[in-house]
Antibody, heavy 121, light 113 residues
Framework: QVQLVQSGTEIKKPGSSVKVSCKAS????????ISWVRQAPGRGLEWIGG????????DYAQKFQGRVTITAYESTTTAYMELNNLKSEDTAFYYC??????????????WGQGTLVTVSS | DIVMTQSPDSLAVSLGERATINCKSS????????????LTWYQQRPGQPPKLLIS???TRESGVPDRFSGSGSGTDFTLTISSLQAEDVAVYYC?????????FGGGTKVEIK
């Protein structure tokens, strides 16, 4: 069974950066896209971007382009999402998620438990 | 980007009654090469990550009760809960994966009347 385990809660200052990890277990890591989705308190779901580890090329939502970096390492079956120049509006739960089809961004069958990132001065 | 619009924003339904949620995409998410609608429905209970209910617009995931059903094609989709149970209180989201960026509807909150 696929499991995604994320790193813990982060409290950051405006202007700083945060890097959230997502450790995958069960199943093949390299062929399945890992997406990063965030959810501000009381708000909806927003796709930040994703990566297919085998290809190692990330795809980002335009809103986050230039401010986010998504990476994945097959050796440790871990994906990372780094968000720079944090603003208070970036306060949210950040989720990693994975689908069931190889080499494509699809439905998100498996989700991490979420990482709360709070940005506050 | 494909914009996903859900309606209503919220609804209150009596136990055992039907709940219907609509989702409209700004362009067709029917992929001609596989004749499948790239449309997914999720359920999110408070304090939990989303749970996949229905993929390809109408295929229920294993373990999802059969009171949940999805229908529609092209740009218009519906999630139906045929007989609402207490445990169905949640927010429901549609999502397209026809193209990146993946995009979600704004969510529909389902409550008990």
């Amino acid at each position: 069974q696929v499991q995604l385990v994320q790193s813990g809660t982060e409290i950051k200052k405006p202007g700083s950066s945060v890097k959230v990890s997502c450790k995958a277990s069960g199943g093949t890591f390299s062929s399945y896209a890992i997406s990063w989705v965030r959810q501000a308190p009381g708000r909806g779901l927003e796709w930040i971007g994703g990566i297919i580890p085998f290809f190692a090329t990330a795809d980002y939502a335009q809103k986050f382009q230039g401010r986010v970096t998504i990476t994945a390492y097959e050796s440790t079956t871990t994906a990372y999402m780094e968000l720079n120049n944090l603003k208070s509006e970036d306060t949210a739960f950040y989720y990693c998620a994975r689908g069931n089809l190889r080499d494509a961004y699809t439905s998100l069958n498996y989700w991490g438990q979420g990482t709360l990132v709070t940005v506050s001065s | 980007d494909i914009v996903m619009t859900q309606s209503p924003d919220s609804l209150a339904v009596s136990l055992g009654e039907r709940a219907t949620i609509n989702c409209k995409s700004s362009q067709s998410v029917l992929y001609s090469s596989n004749n499948r609608n790239h449309l997914t429905w999720y359920q999110q209970r408070p304090g939990q990550p989303p749970k996949l209910l229905i993929s390809w617009a109408s295929t229920r995931e294993s373990g999802v009760p059969d009171r949940f059903s999805g229908s529609g094609s092209g740009t218009d989709f519906t999630l139906t809960i045929s007989s609402l149970q207490a445990e169905d209180v949640a927010v429901y989201y549609c999502q397209q994966h026809f193209t990146t960026p993946l995009t979600f509807g704004g969510g529909t909150k389902v409550e008990i009347k």
